[in-house]
């Protein structure tokens, strides 16, 4: 993967800082991307390898790229990303647009990528879907996936029998779904008002809610492949 440039820190601010730009670096005219979102556990990550499969998109999951990077040798963010996730927290905005700048831009010299990415869990905060939109690229749309906190708490607490994540505890989950509620639905709303938000019901069982999808990717002119 990459390396992400260094950053200097603003004098004020312990916060990092992206390189000031004066246009996005690709053209929706040339790369589409969906922005996927939805609170922990409402089954992001199952939907996006559907549409991958079907439909031929790069799967982007911002919080593996994030956890990618704080176990890269040598990385001097990776500490730093993982007191973040740990506490549930947002990583700062610099870092993740980076990473994902990196990986599309990767995805697309060296893997002879399509355009066509889905960008999963991000952005989470109003100030990284200004900043990526402003200097990455602007989104097509963004796939919303709504599902009661409950739920999600249930299907968490099940995959982290299994999957190893830190975060996968009942602490760290309540932290998450304050986080989602309090800074990412506000991103949705935004996007929501500029008629660029399809909502999934993430309730049902994942065959009925990719069929949902389906019908949202076709109502925006998004075709499968196969």
Known sequence: MPVIPKFMPEPESPRLRAPAKDTPTFSPDKVTVLFVLGGPGAGKGTQCANLVRDYGFTHLSAGDLLREEQNRAGSEFGDMIKDYIKSGQIVPM??????????????????????????????????????FEESVCPSKFTLFFDCPEDEMQKRLLDRGKTSGRSDDNEESIKKRFRTFVD????????????GRVEKISAIKGPGEVYE????????RGVEAKV
């Open 212 to 219: 949902d999808v389906k019908k949202a990717m076709r109502k």
């Open 94 to 131: 610099e870092v993740t647009v980076q990473l994902l700048e990196n990986a599309m831009q990767a995805d697309l010299d060296t893997k002879g990528g399509n355009g066509l990415f889905l960008i999963d869990g991000f952005p989470r905060k109003m100030d990284q879907a200004l900043k």
């Open 183 to 194: 800074t990412s639905m506000p991103v949705v709303d935004y996007f929501e008002k500029e």
